[in-house]
């Protein structure tokens, strides 16, 4: 059974969010017309691995959701999670004109 205090810690918002990505696997797996124990032979999980993943528990170890989604062919997209060059926000932060540190040129005496 998962962890109730770890399990608390959960926002409300990423729970959703994990409740959304556990029935798109559940939606993906019946158009598929794969049985729950079908999708764990595959993955080589428990059913109740799977189970939990289509509820979208969020103690379930990212591996299992990322190995899941790898063996009904939707783990493409995922190099797009978190893609730096997507970072919006991060990239704004990066580039502040005002802000760069110049470092004073220093005056080599190359005469010998």
Same mark, same amino acid.
């Given at each position: 059974?998962?962890?109730?205090?770890?399990?608390?810690?959960?926002?409300?918002? /990423?729970?959703?969010?994990?409740?959304?990505?556990?029935?798109?696997?559940?939606?993906?797996?019946?158009?598929?017309?794969?049985?729950?124990? $079908?999708?764990?032979?595959?993955?080589?999980?428990?059913?109740?691995?799977? /189970?939990?993943?289509?509820?979208?528990?969020?103690?379930?170890?990212?591996?299992?959701?990322?190995?899941?989604?790898?063996?009904?062919?939707?783990?493409?997209?995922?190099?797009?999670?978190?893609?730096?060059?997507?970072?919006?926000?991060?990239?704004?932060?990066?580039?502040?004109?005002?802000?760069?540190?110049?470092?004073?040129?220093?005056?080599? $005496?190359?005469?010998?």
């Amino acid at each position: 059974m998962a962890n109730k205090s770890l399990s608390t810690t959960f926002t409300d918002p /990423v729970r959703e969010r994990l409740s959304a990505l556990g029935e798109r696997v559940r939606l993906a797996r019946l158009r598929r017309q794969l049985r729950q124990e $079908d999708l764990a032979e595959r993955t080589g999980f428990s059913r109740s691995t799977i /189970v939990a993943i289509e509820r979208g528990e969020p103690t379930t170890a990212i591996g299992a959701y990322v190995q899941t989604l790898w063996v009904l062919g939707l783990d493409r997209e995922l190099d797009l999670v978190a893609d730096v060059g997507l970072d919006r926000e991060g990239l704004a932060l990066e580039y502040v004109p005002g802000e760069r540190r110049v470092r004073p040129r220093k005056i080599v $005496d190359n005469d010998f």
